[in-house]
């Protein structure tokens, strides 16, 4: 497990590169294969508009990355951070560190995405989707980026995490993003079980449904467990499921990059059900 950690953090970029293509690639072509739903859209023109926006996401990373390493090296430097406290041995040092990254750096700042308004109003975006797909999994704002880069540097500052957990944690966050989007049918006899310790595609889709209290709930990114401990899980029916938000339905509205960008800085909709009333 050692040499696991060891290879996350000296894997090339490039390496990593072929990860991110050859896990669209998988997905693309099991979405094809067996779909959950048949949706009728235009998939290129919707690949376009997502991954124009992962695009950005990745640029930002990117940048953030240099501002990962100086944390790292600065929490490993004082030994800081929980994990740092005691000599754990490797197994329990990569469970728990996996389970509090994903509880701080996702969990955490997406319920806060939920609860607070003008944060509410940069992650809408990622609600808007009406076609949940593989490429939804990074349909982000750039303030959103910057908020969950925020909130990954303060989870490697409680955790003082080394950085082959850092960026192992980052490749199984991102596998995570395309599997729980990916418009894929899962077995119900596969899916339910895992559900109750990791986020499953049918887990995540319904916090994609249209309207309250669904959107407001489901909240994980790897593990569900942390919405079982918190008690914000919610059940639908797959085949009930309606993606997109209540509040912006209109197709002009969702599929173009410039609107989407706008979002936050435009007037303030209340969704049906009522979510930050004056
Ligand atoms: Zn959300």
Do not use: C
Not at 88 to 105: A, N, Q
Not at 109 to 114: D, F, G, S, V
Not at 180 to 187: G, W
Not at 254 to 264: A, E, M, Q, R, V
């Amino acid at each position: 497990m050692q040499e696991l950690l060891f290879y996350f953090e000296t894997v090339p970029s490039s390496v990593r590169s072929l990860f991110l293509i050859s896990g669209l690639a998988i997905f693309l072509s099991l979405e094809a294969l067996s779909p959950l739903f048949q949706m009728n859209y235009n998939k290129l023109k919707h690949a376009k508009i997502n991954l124009t926006l992962t695009l950005i996401t990745l640029i930002i990373n990117l940048i953030g990355a240099s501002l990962i390493i100086k944390v790292v090296n600065y929490s490993s430097q004082n030994r800081s951070g929980l994990l740092n406290l005691i000599d754990l041995p490797i197994w329990l040092y990569l469970l728990f560190g996996l389970l509090l990254l994903d509880f701080i750096g996702a969990w955490l700042i997406h319920w806060l995405e939920h609860k607070v308004k003008w944060m509410w109003r940069v992650h809408v975006i990622h609600h808007t989707d009406p076609n949940v797909d593989v490429t939804s999994g990074l349909r982000h704002h750039p303030g959103e980026n910057l908020l969950r880069l925020t909130f990954t540097v303060l989870a490697i500052l409680v955790t003082g995490a080394s950085l082959g957990l850092v960026m192992f944690y980052q490749t199984i966050s991102a596998f995570f993003a395309a599997l729980t989007h990916a418009n894929i049918s899962v077995p119900k006899w596969l899916d339910k079980p895992l559900s109750f310790i990791f986020v499953t595609p049918d887990f995540h889709k319904i916090h994609h449904h249209y309207i309250l209290p669904h959107t407001d709930s489901n909240y994980g990114n790897i593990f569900s467990i942390w919405d079982y401990i918190f008690s914000t899980t919610s059940k639908l029916e797959i085949i009930k499921l309606k993606y997109g938000i209540d509040t912006y339905m209109k197709n002009e509205e969702h599929s173009k990059i410039k609107n989407l960008l706008l979002i936050p800085f435009q007037e303030y909709r209340t969704p049906v059900g009522g979510k930050f009333e004056e």
